[in-house]
């Protein structure tokens, strides 16, 4: 019984919620019903939910409120995470979005940082994904009469083909020349191969010889190395290249001595080689997987005891994959964006070829089915350091409401004590105390507060700073709450109440905190609600302009202040378009609420 009770008072508080918002299905009363007498508070709801304009400010910002606060435990953010290749990537879930005319025809796929390149087994060219490398850079603007192609590859930024008379194109980025074709190259009528790498390219032909043209300066590659004429296949990391010869030997293709070229000791016959930015791996003729080179925490060394024998390999950003004997796939490594997570639909399914590249995976099935699996894209894309938007959205709003809401506590509390003492006491009190309010309000805020975070926010850490932004935001924002609260106090004091307390010896400072202030709370809290938006403004200019909470720890701010020049605001609308969406329509509910609750607790304001 008790438990139906519940339910229904719950259902009837949520009825009457949207009720008051949107005005629909609202109950008529009788005469003597709307005559009834009601208490303060009950008619400060009732008046507050009769405002539709302030249900629906209050709804929008409890939502935001509610994501702000819940959200970072589901979306983590990690202040040390950069990305370069993922640098101003558009919103969107677009980066395997494999065109239904490609399934069951999959000729090759290679894998760009944002985009995907692939070749039918009629030689048709496809691409999809965020194809814009830079503002005035495009990979979807291919070069005309290529004819049939039979070879793709995707570098970081650029794309290499080769057609089916073996000639070589070349399109995207060519800063570092590594598009610019040498007529030595043009000239070979014998290539199989076309590698894109970082700022790279290299050519392999069918009598085993590599050529190389591009940023020499960032890639470990030497031109004449000694195993020229015997090389089957070439795999790059991010600066160095990596070769197969024909008779199964891993060998490394640069000048100098290091965690490239010291590779593990007995490996036997090499199947099989692979590239992550950092590291090597090779397959042996056992299906035993060898891995070195930078081998940091992202996992990449950490290879699994697989029960079968893994017969290819392909390497990603910072993971690698693998296909087994019996069609099983295997993946491991770095998986901040599940590409090390091999679905059930791959799982359960027999993969005769398998496409690894940046943060995506194309597993082809014995049917010709491309199934795939890792990074999607972006909901609202991602910043100058390859930060995802929203992730920092969310993060970055928590911290700037915690900001807010201690500064308005600061504030408050501070404004309400000297407001009430002064308004109580009145005499040499009052007038010291407003000497005080007006030279703290004779300050200018902005400027005042730039100097002070100036002074010593070099001296202090990240979360020093955010300490004394709160405390800066609460220290210079009570001078009007305190005029406010002196205001009430003194046409409280005079009343019957206080006298009263006074004649049975209550102690002043019991009149004025547990007699007055309670009669004047509901103008404390429309004050507080009210600042509370412009705290929130206040950061946000203040991380804006550079003097608030600094870099990485997000805020709407300082999201902001990474925006405020003209390339960005041009080339990269995502990058400031939902942050000031988001604070805009924040402030703006808080200020509804705000009126709302004005107007309800002080119906005759609406006159005025």
Same mark, same amino acid.
């Given at each position: @019984? ?27 009363? %009788? ?5 009834? @007498? ?74 760009? +940082? ?19 490398? &830079? ?10 009469? @290529? ?57 392999? &032909?069918?009598?085993?010889? =590599? ?6 300066? /960032? ?12 090389? #089957? ?11 197969? &010869? ?20 007995? @490996? ?25 080179? /930078? ?20 390497? *990603? ?30 799982? /359960?399914?027999?993969? &005769? ?18 199934? $795939? ?26 911290? %700037? ?10 504030? $408050? ?9 002064? *308004? !109580? !006491? ?21 400027? !005042? ?49 206080? =006298? ?27 004050? #507080? ?11 946000? =200019? ?9 870099? +990485? ?25 939902? $942050? ?10 808080? /200020?509804?609420? *705000? ?14």
């Amino acid at each position: @019984m008790d438990n139906n009770n519940t339910s229904k008072k719950r259902r009837s508080f949520f009825r009457l919620l949207l009720i008051k918002a949107f005005g629909a299905g609202k109950k008529k009363l %009788s005469v003597l019903e709307e005559e009834q @007498m009601q208490g303060p508070v009950k008619t400060i709801i009732k008046n507050f939910l009769s405002n539709r304009l302030s249900m629906i400010g209050l709804i929008v910002f409890f939502l935001i409120f509610a994501t702000v606060i819940i959200g970072p435990f589901f979306v983590k953010l990690d202040l040390a995470y950069t990305e370069t290749s993922q640098q101003n990537v558009a919103p969107g879930f677009d980066f395997m979005s494999v065109p239904s005319s490609l399934q069951g025809k999959v000729g090759e796929i290679s894998v760009g +940082p944002t985009f995907t390149v692939a070749v039918s087994d009629s030689g048709q060219l496809y691409m999809w994904g965020k194809t814009r490398i &830079t503002s005035v850079v495009n990979v979807k603007y291919v070069p005309s009469g @290529m004819g049939k192609i039979v070879k793709i590859s995707a570098g970081y930024d650029h794309v290499l083909a080769l057609n089916a008379d073996g000639k070589v194109f070349a399109w995207g980025s060519d800063r570092q020349k590594q598009c610019d074709i040498p007529d030595k190259v043009n000239q070979l009528t014998d290539i199989v191969d076309v590698i894109a790498g970082y700022q790279c390219s290299i050519i392999l &032909t069918a009598d085993g010889h =590599t050529y190389f043209f591009g940023n020499e300066a /960032n890639n470990d590659y030497m031109g004449g190395h000694k195993y020229q004429g015997q090389i #089957a296949k070439v795999v790059t990391t991010s600066d160095a290249v990596l070769g197969l &010869t024909k008779d199964g030997t891993a060998v490394y293709l640069g000048k100098q001595t290091g965690i490239y070229s010291k590779m593990p000791e007995n @490996m036997g016959t090499i199947v099989d080689i692979a590239a992550t930015a950092s590291t090597m791996a090779a397959v042996n003729s056992d299906g035993k997987v060898f891995v070195w080179g /930078n081998l940091s925490e992202r996992g990449e060394g950490k290879v699994p005891d697989f029960k079968g024998k893994v017969v290819a390999i392909q390497g *990603g950003r910072y993971h690698y994959t693998g296909v087994m004997e019996d069609g099983k796939t295997v993946a491991w490594g770095y998986n901040n964006f599940k590409q090390s997570t091999i679905p059930a639909s791959v799982k /359960n399914a027999k993969v &005769t070829k398998i496409y690894t590249g940046f943060y995506q995976n194309y597993a082809i099935t014995d049917s010709g089915k491309v199934l $795939t699996w890792g990074l999607k894209g972006y909901l609202m894309g991602t910043d100058d350091l390859g930060r995802d938007i929203f992730n920092r959205l969310i993060n970055g709003g928590k911290m %700037s409401m915690t900001i807010g809401a201690i500064a308005v506590i600061i504030s $408050t509390i501070i404004g309400v004590i000297i407001g009430g003492v002064s *308004g !109580f !006491f009145g005499g040499k009190i009052d007038i010291i105390l407003q000497r005080v309010v007006e030279i703290i309000s004779g300050l200018p805020f902005l400027p !005042f507060a730039m100097i002070l975070s100036a002074l010593l926010g070099n001296t202090l850490t990240s979360n020093q700073r955010i300490y004394l932004m709160m405390i800066i935001l609460g220290l210079l924002q009570w001078p009007s709450l305190s005029r406010l609260v002196r205001a009430q106090v003194l046409s409280e004091r005079e009343k019957e109440f206080v =006298t009263a307390a006074r004649a049975v010896g209550v102690k002043q400072f019991s009149i004025v905190f547990k007699h007055i202030l309670p009669n004047v709370i509901s103008v404390i809290i429309v004050t #507080a609600t009210l600042d509370f938006a412009t705290c929130m403004l206040t950061e946000a =200019t203040l991380s804006y302009l550079g003097f608030g909470v600094p870099a +990485p720890q997000p805020t709407w701010g300082n999201m902001l202040y990474g925006s405020n020049n003209s390339i960005v605001i041009q080339n990269y609308w995502w990058r400031w378009v939902f $942050t000031s969406i988001v604070l805009g329509i924040c402030v703006i509910c808080i /200020n509804l609420t *705000g009126d709302g609750l004005r107007d309800a607790i002080d119906p005759k304001s609406q006159e005025r």
